[in-house]
């Protein structure tokens, strides 16, 4: 691993709020410099003529024509509610009065 590959391993785990033991500073610290070292050497590849894209594939208008349909029926949205009532389904309470 090349020095200007080494990170303040310490202040990575401080930004994940972890705490790492002297063993796990060292293995960590190499780690992550050997992810650096390849970026460096992924950032040398020619990809002048690459054009950028968001996707692996050509990808057009995703999205599905916005047309009002028919609701689901009570009985089909609620078939695997737990509890039932009034059309609506039962949940536990999470908030107490105040």
Known sequence: MSEK???DIDY???LARI???PEERERFSAQLGQILDHFKKLSQVDVSGVEPSAHAR???NVWRE???ESPIPPELALMNAPQKRDN???VP???DDA
């Open 58 to 60: 050509a990808v057009f």
């Open 88 to 90: 609506q389904i039962v």
């Open 93 to 95: 309470k999470v908030v």
């Open 12 to 14: 990575v785990a401080k």
């Open 5 to 7: 590959s080494r990170i």
């Open 66 to 68: 916005d047309k009002a």
């Open 19 to 21: 705490e790492l033991s």
